[in-house]
Nanobody, 121 residues
Framework: QLQLVESGGDLVQSGGSLRLSCVGS????????IGWFRQAPGKERVEVSC????????KYVDSVKGRFTISRDNAKNTAYLQMNSLRPEDTAVYSCAIDPIGTMCSTMDYWGKGTLVTVSS
């Protein structure tokens, strides 16, 4: 069974950078688009970014465009989220998940438990 484990979250100052990793085990991630989502305290979970099977397509929520970059390494069964120019409003638990039916992250499954990113002002 597929399991996803996120890592890389930390406390960072505004303007700083972090790279999150999402490692899959049990099943190859190659057939699936992978998405990063975040949930801030008291708010609903929202999609941050999505990457297609081989990385040829990506999409980002407007608030992170130009600052975050999603990538994947299928040989390592891992997806990444490079986050630059972090802002306090980026503070959230970041989770990854796969899109099992090819909707470019409109339908997700197999969620990881998340990693906490805290950005101080």
């Amino acid at each position: 069974q597929l399991q996803l484990v996120e890592s890389g979250g930390d406390l960072v100052q505004s303007g700083g950078s972090l790279r999150l990793s999402c490692v899959g085990s049990g099943v190859s991630l190659e057939p699936y688009a992978i998405g990063w989502f975040r949930q801030a305290p008291g708010k609903e979970r929202v999609e941050v970014s999505c990457i297609s099977q081989y990385g040829e397509r990506t999409k980002y929520v407007d608030s992170v465009k130009g600052r975050f970059t999603i990538s994947r390494d299928n040989a390592k069964n891992t997806a990444y989220l490079q986050m630059n120019s972090l802002r306090p409003e980026d503070t959230a638990v970041y989770s990854c998940a796969i899109d099992p039916i090819g909707t470019m992250c409109s339908t997700m499954d197999y969620w990881g438990k998340g990693t906490l990113v805290t950005v101080s002002s």
